[in-house]
Antibody, heavy 117, light 107 residues
Framework: QVHLQQWGAGLLKPSETLSLTCAVY????????WSWIRQPPGKRLEWIGE???????NYSPSLESRVTLSVDTSKNQFSLKLSSVTAADTAVYYC???????????WGQGTLVTVSS | DIQLTQSPSTLSASVGDRVTITCRAS??????LAWYQQKPGKAPKLLMF???TLESGVPVRFNGSGSGTKFTLTISSLQPDDLATYYC?????????FGQGTKVEIK
């Protein structure tokens, strides 16, 4: 059974850097792309970016300038950094496994990140 | 980016009713569409992919159809456990996008 467990700081000030990590338990880590998706309060889901086990990445054009994804294959973990956060970045952030083209079949539990001065 | 528009935004139906949700894409996405169910406070759950393929373990009362720019998710007989918000998601382009969601309420 596949399980994703994520963690990171939940309260940030404007201009700080958001940092989240997701650990993958079970299944194949190298056989998939891994994504971050966020959901602002009351709004639609927004895909942030994806990374493979080898570090190949692809980002949403709207966030690309502020996003860095990384992977640690020794720990089956991948991470998200989002720089220069503002209140608009307040959201629940999810990590997810991609299957096939870009179907998200396993999700982390979600982390509420609030940006407030 | 490819935009996805769902309708209705909210629907209220009775247990046993047939419920249909529509998702329209701003350009053709072939059949590269998935549907998710999200219950309050939980992560989304994959229901359907490639527009009409049911994910393993999902009840057969869920049915997906469509191609190109118009897609539908139908629940053949609404159950109390189906109370949730449903999202479509396209994966035709390198930038994945989601619809705004349809909240299903039980009368």
């Amino acid at each position: 059974q596949v399980h994703l467990q994520q963690w990171g700081a939940g309260l940030l000030k404007p201009s700080e850097t958001l940092s989240l990590t997701c650990a993958v338990y079970g299944g194949s880590f190298s056989g998939h792309y891994w994504s971050w998706i966020r959901q602002p309060p009351g709004k639609r889901l927004e895909w942030i970016g994806e990374i493979s086990h080898s570090g190949s990445s692809n980002y949403s054009p709207s966030l690309e300038s502020r996003v860095t994804l990384s992977v640690d294959t020794s720990k089956n973990q991948f991470s998200l950094k989002l720089s220069s956060v503002t209140a608009a970045d307040t959201a629940v952030y999810y990590c997810a496994r991609q299957r096939g083209a870009a179907i998200f079949d396993y999700w982390g539990q979600g982390t509420l990140v609030t940006v407030s001065s | 980016d490819i935009q996805l528009t769902q309708s209705p935004s909210t629907l209220s139906a009775s247990v046993g009713d047939r419920v249909t949700i529509t998702c329209r894409a701003s350009q053709s996405i072939s059949n590269w569409l998935a549907w998710y169910q999200q219950k309050p406070g939980k992560a989304p759950k994959l229901l359907m992919f490639e527009a009409s393929t049911l994910e393993s373990g999902v009840p057969v009362r869920f049915n997906g159809s469509g191609s190109g720019t118009k897609f539908t998710l139908t629940i053949s007989s609404l159950q109390p456990d189906d109370l949730a918000t449903y999202y479509c998601q396209q994966y035709n382009s390198d930038s994945r996008t989601f619809g705004q969601g349809t909240k299903v309420e039980i009368k």
